[in-house]
Each structure stands twice: as structure tokens, then as C-alpha cells.
């Protein structure tokens, strides 16, 4: 098919034309099996087709419904994480790479690119001194970077890859751009909606059935047309019917027309008022329908229930198949946006983590960063930064504690292994790791925090490690603690001795609770 329309009809209404672009998907003939949609064809799909957005967006906005979970343990995280969110909003993020993929996904292929104001698109992106700059970003179409992917020599380092955009003859530096394919590239076979050899729209398998879900549209367009029409016998009194009796018949139908509930109509004996049977449309015509849906959905490789918004019989929280199935289809979208998102989060670190903010850190965590150097420790934030997904599937909560519990007790057995064994400095650390991994646990510890001087720690095990005393699990917090079989938590100072028994004796009045309750 070329971009050319295919078809001149006109839908009218009255003296009002509704023009070509819809009539171009409803009326062409040439929309058969196996027919491939053009540039302008999928643009007027996605604009006006009841499934064209939704089939482009829903995944989309399926997989960012959630927030991704960011960690940096190896820095101050509370503040990291909050400088760098508030970047992601200032940036629009989130919105631009719903763009970059709603589009590749309409077309087969589409681009974004960063640019600097007052600074030529053709140098590479300086990443250094961004937070300095005022950027702004471009979605690209296929028709802005038209013959992106044309490289079809198998012994070539750029075979069917993307390579640098030009848009309207300007020049884009590869660091600056990152392009998103829908499928993949196959050896000569050229897409017509992305003018490339690129991937493919998610229009192209589905399209001869979205033309028969627009004739289903019909059909139920003309149901609800004829579904209020009254069918009246009515006597016409004999054969000749003269003007008196046209008369009376006429009034009787006006009458039966203005009627409503609460009125009574007069009718003769051998005279009856039906509505016209439409009983037997159900069957056929609902059927028809769904099958329609599950080819559009089966042609698009996406779960059938993302395109009728059924409730799932028991939802997300459930985990039933139906949910599974597509659970595991948005995290396959999540990994197809991966590569934006290593683009923008790239931007939004060089961007929130700035100098003046490390500054600030310093000052308030004087001990850790006063000799480092900023570069030394954004190289050692971004090296720790960590974004994931969190699952769609959301278990039931006595089932997210049990889970819970059993990390709990995977950690607890690690420290009680690896802490008489290790050295003071390897202690502290390992203490310092189970800390850690102890507050991450809000549903098991709910309202309180473990917080241990490590610093005092670390000189309480180095002074008995000097003295010859033992300062592994051998040294115990008191006799009846240190009978306590695998107590973790034995080696610490008198100090921490307090912290920890308060927190002890907090989380077991509330664990109580949760067990009367």
C-alpha cells in the first residue's frame, strides 16, 4: 500500500461531511488479509479508530502506572533519591518516553533526542556540566527521520542498526538520541510505515480485523437505530379504506408514538402493538464481535482483556491467570522502554546530583565525604543507583510476610554464620548490612527503625580485639542473652546493647498484638 489515499468516499450525514479520514479506514477496499498499512494509515488508525489508542497506549500506561523502587545504598539515599525524583518530574520523564514508545509502537519506529539551547545538536552531549544547561527534548516520528535504518549489508558494523537521526537536515550526535524499534529489524524487508527497514506497527497484523471491528460498530449502530421501533396491527376496517378511516388509523399510531408509562392506549380486540424481534442479533452478533477482538488482540501479541477493560474475576491482587498472563506482557513492555529510561536516568543524575548539593552532603556527613572528591563520589552513587520495577502482582498480605519472614530468616542465619568469624572492621560492616536490610522490612517492623552507632561499634570491637578479648558471638551481652542459641547480635557494646533490647522488646509487643488480633 503507498501513502497515497485509498479511497475518495466521503461519509455524509445530512449537509455535513464527515471527510476522508475516517472514511479512508471504514470504506477501503483494498484493506485485505495481509495488507500492510502505510505511514498515514496507521497515523489515522491511532486518531480515530475506537482501538487505535488504546492499542498503542494501554501497555504503556499499564507499565507506569507503578513507580519504579530507586536505591542508592551506597550514599545518604533519602536525599539522593528525593533530589533525583524531583529532576525526573522537572524533566517529564515519564511522559516523554510514553511518547517515544506510543509512537514506535504505532509506526514500527520512533526516536527522542536531548538538546542544549544555543548549543549545535551535531557535538556530543556533554554529561558533565547538564545541570547547568537548559535542555529540552524531541519526539521524532518515522516521517521527521525518514530512511533512519537503511543499511543492509550483513558485513557492516552498522547492519540494521539506527545511526545518527537527521530531522529537516539537521544533524543529531548519537549521545544525544536514543531510537526505540516495535519488534525487530528484518533483512530486507522494508516497513512502510517507519520508511525504514525497521520494525514493524503494531497495526500491521491486526489491520483487516480492526476494519471488521469498525463493520461490528455498524451493526450496532443500526441495532440501536431499529431497537425502539413499535410494530402496530391495526384494522384497517375492511378493503376500501376511505379518508375517515386513514384518518382515525393515523391518530391511533400518533397516539401510540407520544404514549408513555402512565398512559393508557385503547386498542381494538383483533389489533396488537409488538416491538420488533431482535432476539436472534445476540448470539451471532456478540460472538462475531469477540472473536473480532481476540484476532485484534492475538495479531498485536497482547492479552485480549487490555482491549475490552474486562475486571479480572478477581483482579491483580489474586494473581489468576488472567492477570499473570498480563502481568508478564507489561513487564516484556517494561524491558522494551529499558532503553529510554538508562537515557533520562543518565540526565536526571547529572542533573540532581550537583556540586552544590554534594556540598551539602559534606557538611552534614563530614566523616565520610570530606576528603572525596565530588567526581569520586558520583561515580561511586551512580555506579550503586538501582531502579526497579515493582510487580503488578501484589500478593495477599499474610502472603508478603511470609515472605518477609523468610528473607528475615536467611539474613539472620548469614550474620550468625559469617559474624564469629570475621574481623572487627568486616564485623561493623556486616552489622552495617544487616541494619539495612532490617528497616527495608516495613510490614514485619512497622513504625520503628533499628539505628546502631557503628562508629562506637567499631572502637568497642577494636579495643577488645587489642585487650585479647574475643569479639565474636563468644562475647555476649549478658548470660542470659548469650544462652540464647545463634544470637546475632552479640558482639556490640553496652550502648548499642540498650538500643537493641528496646528495639527487641518494641517489635515483640507488636508482633503480640498482631497475633491476638
Keep these: 500500500?503507498?501513502?497515497?489515499?485509498?479511497?475518495?468516499?466521503?461519509?455524509?450525514?445530512?449537509?455535513?461531511?464527515?471527510?476522508?479520514?475516517?472514511?479512508?479506514?471504514?470504506?477501503?477496499?483494498?484493506?485485505?488479509?495481509?495488507?500492510?498499512?502505510?505511514?498515514?494509515?496507521?497515523?489515522?488508525?491511532?486518531?480515530?479508530?475506537?482501538?487505535?489508542?488504546?492499542?498503542?497506549?494501554?501497555?504503556?500506561?499499564?507499565?507506569q502506572s507503578q513507580d519504579r523502587i530507586i536505591s542508592v545504598p551506597t550514599g545518604p539515599e533519602e536525599v539522593l533519591i528525593g533530589a533525583f525524583n524531583e529532576e525526573w518530574k522537572r524533566l517529564e520523564a515519564s511522559r516523554n518516553i510514553f511518547n517515544v514508545r506510543t509512537q514506535s509502537r504505532v509506526y514500527g519506529l520512533s526516536s527522542i533526542a536531548v538538546g542544549v539551547r544555543n548549543q549545535d545538536p551535531k557535538a556530543?552531549?556533554?554529561?558533565?556540566?547538564?545541570?547547568?544547561?537548559?535542555?529540552?527534548?524531541?519526539?521524532?516520528?518515522?516521517?521527521?527521520?525518514?530512511?533512519?535504518?537503511?543499511?543492509?549489508?550483513?558485513?557492516?558494523?552498522?547492519?540494521?542498526?539506527?545511526?545518527?537521526?537527521?530531522?529537516?537536515?539537521?544533524?543529531?550526535?548519537?549521545?544525544?538520541?536514543?531510537?526505540?524499534?516495535?519488534?525487530?529489524?528484518?533483512?530486507?524487508?522494508?516497513?512502510?510505515?517507519?520508511?525504514?527497514?525497521?520494525?514493524?506497527?503494531?497495526?500491521?497484523?491486526?489491520l483487516y480485523p480492526?476494519?471488521?471491528?469498525?463493520?461490528?460498530?455498524?451493526?450496532?449502530?443500526?441495532?440501536?437505530?431499529?431497537?425502539?421501533?413499535?410494530?402496530?396491527?391495526?384494522?384497517?376496517?375492511?378493503?376500501?379504506?376511505?379518508r375517515v378511516m386513514k384518518a382515525m388509523m393515523g391518530v391511533k399510531r400518533a397516539l401510540l408514538k407520544s404514549g408513555e408509562t402512565g398512559q393508557v392506549l385503547g386498542i381494538g380486540l383483533d389489533e396488537s402493538i409488538e416491538t420488533l424481534n431482535l432476539q436472534n442479533l445476540d448470539g451471532p452478533h456478540g460472538l462475531a464481535r469477540n472473536n473480532i477482538i481476540k484476532n485484534i488482540a492475538t495479531a498485536a501479541g497482547m492479552p485480549a482483556k487490555l482491549l475490552t477493560q474486562e475486571a479480572f474475576v478477581e483482579g491483580f491482587g489474586e494473581g489468576t491467570e488472567d492477570a499473570k498472563a498480563v502481568a508478564q506482557y507489561v513487564d516484556r513492555e517494561r524491558i522494551e522502554m529499558a532503553p529510554v529510561y538508562e537515557f533520562f536516568d543518565e540526565i536526571a543524575m547529572r542533573r540532581a546530583w550537583t556540586p552544590e548539593l554534594y556540598e551539602t552532603i559534606q557538611n552534614n556527613h563530614p566523616g565520610e565525604y570530606a576528603e572525596r572528591s565530588y567526581s569520586e563520589a558520583f561515580q561511586r552513587w551512580r555506579g550503586a543507583f538501582k531502579a526497579t520495577w515493582p510487580s503488578l502482582i501484589k500478593e495477599p498480605p499474610s502472603e508478603e510476610v511470609n515472605v518477609d519472614d523468610v528473607k528475615l530468616r536467611g539474613m539472620i542465619a548469614t550474620v550468625q554464620v559469617l559474624a564469629p568469624i570475621l574481623d572487627p572492621f568486616n564485623q561493623v560492616k556486616l552489622l552495617t548490612w544487616a541494619e539495612d536490610n532490617l528497616n527495608t522490612h516495613e510490614r514485619l517492623f512497622e513504625g520503628s527503625k533499628l539505628v546502631l552507632d557503628f562508629d562506637a561499634l567499631r572502637e568497642y570491637l577494636e579495643s577488645r580485639a587489642a585487650q585479647g578479648q574475643p569479639t565474636g558471638e563468644e562475647s555476649a551481652l549478658g548470660e542470659e542473652e548469650r544462652d540464647r542459641p545463634g544470637h546475632p547480635f552479640a558482639s556490640q557494646d553496652s550502648a548499642n546493647v540498650a538500643m537493641l533490647n528496646d528495639w527487641l522488646t518494641t517489635q515483640r509487643g507488636r508482633a503480640h498484638g498482631e497475633a491476638r488480633r
Design 1 to 63: 500500500m503507498t501513502d497515497t489515499p485509498i479511497s475518495s468516499a466521503t461519509v455524509n450525514v445530512g449537509t455535513t461531511s464527515l471527510g476522508s479520514s475516517l472514511s479512508q479506514i471504514m470504506l477501503a477496499e483494498d484493506i485485505e488479509p495481509g495488507a500492510e498499512p502505510s505511514y498515514q494509515l496507521c497515523k489515522l488508525i491511532y486518531l480515530y479508530h475506537v482501538l487505535g489508542a488504546k492499542m498503542a497506549e494501554a501497555p504503556i500506561r499499564l507499565a
Design 124 to 206: 556530543p552531549l556533554k554529561l558533565a556540566d547538564l545541570y547547568q544547561k537548559s535542555l529540552y527534548f524531541n519526539v521524532f516520528d518515522p516521517l521527521n527521520t525518514s530512511g533512519l535504518i537503511v543499511d543492509q549489508d550483513p558485513n557492516s558494523p552498522s547492519f540494521q542498526k539506527p545511526g545518527d537521526i537527521m530531522v529537516n537536515g539537521q544533524r543529531y550526535h548519537r549521545s544525544r538520541t536514543r531510537t526505540l524499534l516495535n519488534e525487530e529489524s528484518i533483512y530486507i524487508a522494508w516497513t512502510s510505515s517507519a520508511f525504514a527497514y525497521a520494525g514493524r506497527s503494531v497495526y500491521q497484523r491486526a
Design 210 to 242: 480492526l476494519k471488521s471491528f469498525l463493520n461490528s460498530m455498524i451493526a450496532d449502530d443500526m441495532v440501536a437505530r431499529k431497537v425502539g421501533l413499535l410494530i402496530a396491527k391495526i384494522d384497517n376496517g375492511g378493503s376500501i379504506v376511505d
